[in-house]
Every structure is written in C-alpha cells, then in structure tokens.
DNA sequence: AAGTCGGGGGG
DNA sequence: CCCCCAGACTT
C-alpha cells in the first residue's frame, strides 16, 4: 500500500520534494500575498528605487513599522533624483525615529552614486553600493531584475532551520538551503513567498502549522515542536549607561549638537555628557558645562530610554548660555532626545 | 566570528 | 521580562 495520508516527513527533501515544496508554497502565495506598497508592477520587473528603499528600511524594522517610514520617505523623496539632491539633515529629518541611521546616510550616498551611473543591472552591482549587503542585493535584483537569488533573511533562516530541523543554522547553511530551494523561474515570487510566510505563518513564537502550506514536508512540525528551531541566538548584555544632558531655551527653541560617530551620527540632540565611572550628576553637569560654556541651572527631571544593547538614565537640567538655538521641529531628533524634550515641556510636577 | 548600531511589536 | 524583526559594517 502507498504512504499514508498523514504520511511521516522525509528527514532531507530530496528533488521531487523540492519541486513539491515549491508548487506548494507559490500556491499559498498566490492566495494570501500581502498588499505592500512597493509590491506594485510586474512580478520580477518592480520599480527598482521603490524596491530598494524599502528593502533598506525593513532592515531589522518589521513590515508593520516600515510601511508607515516608507510612505513618509517616499512622499519627501519620489524618485532617486530628488533623494540624490537632497541635503543630508532632510534625508535624515525623514527618517527620524526609524533607527539604525547609518541606513539613510549609506541609502542617500549610494543615491548619489545612481544618480550619476544610473541603477545597477545585476546583483553584483547592487551589491557594490553602500549599505547594500547579500540580503538586499538579492531581494533587488530578483524582484526587480528577475534574476536568480535567493534572499536570506530572518523569515528565511526561520523558516529552512523548521523545515529541516536544524537548531544551529549559520548563515552559510542557510544559504546553501535557500540556493536549492529557490524557484530560479520566478525568483522574485519566491523570494516574497518565503518572507510572507515567515512573517505571518511561521512566526518566531507560537507558529501557525495547521495553516502551513510546507506542513508536510516539515522535520520541525514532526517533531512536535517547532518553535524550538532556531535555538534562541545569544544576545550580548545590556549595559546601562547615565548620562547628563541640558535644555538652553526652551523645548520648541532650544541649543542643540550634530552627534558625530556611528551612535545616532548626523542627528541632532541636547548637549550632553556621559558619567565617567564613579561620577556624580553634578560632577558631570559641571564638566559639560565647562565645554559649551554654560551656567549650570535646576534639576528637571530623569528618564531611561533602551536602545537595544544599553540603558541610557539621563538627567536633565536647565542651563543658560548665549549660544544659537535651532527650531527643533525642524531637526532630526533621536527618540531619546524627544523623550527628554517631552519631560522638559511637562509642568514640574511628578 | 564577534560587536555595534534604534526602536518597537508581541508573548 | 523575554525574543525578534525583509541586515550591514567594522574590528
């Protein structure tokens, strides 16, 4: 007698699993695609710039997010053209709050670049830009130039590492997965149809295998526990970090400093100052005070902010200095500056 | 190979 | 509280 229905997954998918995994899971996208903003044209033939921006903005950003980013920086930036043209404060004004800022000042460098030599026509090309790395060169060159690569991404690593149970996936492994499995005819369709169904059907926690197109072929569902694959990745601590920071003027109108350096580089913030090991607040007051130069003034208020890999407790107090003041709606503000803002502007109760 | 870089969603 | 997210770059 033929398997049964309920037949045991194979332990490797060898070629007829393959093309069988393949027609399953472009079925599935055929019906449940999401509707994405820059998923307009012909499958493998996309707007190229659309592609792009988005592919940047949805690096480590969840689809959810990006959409509302994408839409504000599309609206400021139609075309390359005018990214290229642009200053880098606007560039960076229209990304406020998105994180990550290295992304928009590599994405408006390399749109000068575009600008100049027109759009790559291959992967390689792609991949020769600024903050265009293996992931975005593939998602590009597939939907946009139909040409054969395999994104490997966090749905991607999700979705191989279940699929062949495999707890420990290197990037390597991964791409190897992705390379055999890719539908090579409509790269872009499948690229999609991975991430659409990591994102909604293969989810980190609590996966949805009864609606799983994949569910048969799956080690992971046979297992009887899926979310067990990949094995969580070891994340570095949090470390916390206090720090000084003061208002000149007031929350609308107030002495601002470009940060310089890879942490929230080309923004503008609140002059401030780290506490050295041991240091008071006051201590460190008096020493950024020194470095304007301002007066020290009253204690406003403290707050915490996380960005990921450190715990940022500032401390706010007033100063006075004659010095410049900028609109501050005008300026590109990291969150943490707005939450210091926000506590400047509230009446001194608490 | 390991660190660093934001901010927010969801269990 | 935890983990993760349509990664890339530096060291």
Same mark, same amino acid.
């Given at each position: ?35 994405? #903003? ?6 493998? +033939? ?64 390399? +749109? ?93 926690? =609590?996966?949805?295998?009864? &609606? ?24 570095? &601590?949090?470390?916390?970090? #206090? ?77 006075? =200095? ?29």
């Amino acid at each position: 007698m033929a398997s049964p229905a309920s037949a045991p997954p194979a332990a490797a998918l060898d070629p007829a699993d393959l093309s069988a995994v393949r027609a399953a899971l472009l079925a599935w996208f055929g019906r449940t695609a999401r509707t994405l #903003p820059w998923r307009g044209g012909q499958e493998g +033939a996309r707007d190229p710039y659309r592609v792009w921006v988005a592919e940047i903005l949805l690096q480590q950003t969840q689809v959810a997010r990006g959409t509302v980013y994408y839409d504000r920086f599309l609206t400021a930036f139609p075309t390359v053209q005018d990214l290229a043209a642009a200053p880098q404060e606007a560039v960076l004004k229209a990304w406020e709050g998105c994180g990550y800022y290295a992304r928009a000042r590599n994405l408006h460098r390399a +749109a000068q670049q575009v600008a100049q030599d027109g759009f790559p026509h291959s992967y390689d090309g792609w991949l020769a830009l600024p903050g265009v790395g293996p992931y975005t060169a593939a998602a590009v060159s597939s939907l946009a130039l139909n040409e054969a690569r395999a994104v490997n991404d966090g749905n991607v690593r999700r979705v191989l590492a279940r699929l062949h149970a495999e707890p420990q996936p290197t990037p390597a492994w991964v791409q190897a997965r992705a390379d055999a499995l890719l539908d090579s005819a409509r790269p872009g369709a499948w690229n999609e149809a991975v991430m659409d169904l990591g994102a909604t059907v293969c989810t980190p926690a =609590a996966p949805r295998c009864g &609606a799983c197109p994949l569910q048969p072929w799956c080690a992971a569902f046979a297992s009887g526990a899926p979310a067990a694959y990949p094995a969580p990745k070891v994340r570095a &601590a949090v470390r916390d970090v #206090p720090v000084v920071a003061v208002l000149i003027g007031t929350p609308q109108q107030a002495v601002l400093e470009r940060r310089v350096g890879a942490l929230l580089g080309g923004l503008m913030g609140l002059p401030a100052e780290p506490l050295a090991s041991g240091e008071t607040p006051q201590a460190a007051l008096e020493r950024l005070c020194a470095r304007l130069p301002a007066h020290p003034g009253a204690f406003l208020g403290s707050l915490t902010h996380v960005m990921t890999h450190r715990r940022v407790t500032l401390h706010l107090y007033a100063a006075q =200095a004659d010095l410049p003041r900028h609109l501050v709606a005008q300026e590109a503000l990291s969150r943490l500056d707005q939450k210091a803002l926000a506590l400047a502007a509230q009446p001194a109760l608490l």
